[in-house]
Antibody
Framework: EVQVVESGGGLVQPGGSLRLSCAAS????????MDWVRQAPGKGLEWVGR??????????EYAASVRGKFTISRDDSQNSVYLQMNSLKTEDTAVYYC??????????WGQGTLVTVSS | DIVMTQSPDSLAVSLGERATINCKSSQSVLSSSNNQNYLAWYQQKPRQPPKLLVY???TRESGVPDRFSGSGSGTDFTLTISSLQAEDVAVYYCQQYYTAPLTFGGGTKVEIK
């Protein structure tokens, strides 16, 4: 079964850091771009960023709202993707989803992991 | 950034009736190189992750019921549910992937009248 599972969410104080993980199974992430998308409580979807695959030089791209604060990385040997989040603010509170990108869309999403930034 | 604007914000439709959701992009998402529209539609039910319905503006994802269809080109797109079923109650989002940053519409909530 093709799936991705996020982990690492939790409560963190403003200014703190957190590292999210996304473990893939049933497919090899080496063939795919992988995205992070977040959803603040009661709000819509916001694309956070992506890591392209080896064929596209592992290029990373970010939303302006997180550029310089968040870093996406991947370990193809572990079939995992990561989201390092620094200098967290209350507005970063959200459910963070990992999604597999194939030609045309994000076709496999995890259940998400909740990040709460609060003192 | 490409801004995606969905309308309406919400709509209530009777069971078996048609539901139509609109999505407008601030610039064209049609590629001249491959004549494809870089536009996808997702369905999100409460407490669930989004689910892909349509990509390339009109290609239905495998396993998605054929009552869901996508249309449009350039800057104006539509998701149509031809005969609304109870299980279609959800929020629907369009997304452009023509250029980074990828952007979503604000969502349209579909309910039963």
């Amino acid at each position: 079964e093709v799936q991705v599972v996020e982990s690492g969410g939790g409560l963190v104080q403003p200014g703190g850091s957190l590292r999210l993980s996304c473990a893939a199974s049933g497919f090899s992430i080496s063939d795919h771009y992988m995205d992070w998308v977040r959803q603040a409580p009661g709000k819509g979807l916001e694309w956070v960023g992506r890591t392209r695959n080896k064929a596209h030089n592992y290029i990373t791209e970010y939303a302006a709202s997180v550029r310089g604060k968040f870093t996406i990385s991947r370990d193809d040997s572990q079939n995992s993707v990561y989201l390092q989040m620094n200098s967290l603010k209350t507005e970063d509170t959200a459910v963070y989803y990992c999604a597999r990108w194939r030609s045309g869309a994000a076709d496999c999403w995890g259940q998400g992991t909740l990040v709460t930034v609060s003192s | 950034d490409i801004v995606m604007t969905q309308s309406p914000d919400s709509l209530a439709v009777s069971l078996g009736e048609r539901a139509t959701i609109n999505c407008k992009s601030s610039q064209s998402v049609l590629s001249s190189s491959n004549n494809q529209n870089y536009l996808a539609w997702y369905q999100q039910k409460p407490r669930q992750p989004p689910k892909l319905l349509v990509y390339w503006a009109s290609t239905r994802e495998s396993g998605v019921p054929d009552r869901f269809s996508g249309s449009g080109s350039g800057t104006d797109f539509t998701l149509t549910i031809s005969s609304l079923q109870a299980e279609d109650v959800a929020v629907y989002y369009c997304q452009q992937y023509y250029t980074a940053p990828l952007t979503f519409g604000g969502g349209t909530k579909v309910e039963i009248k």
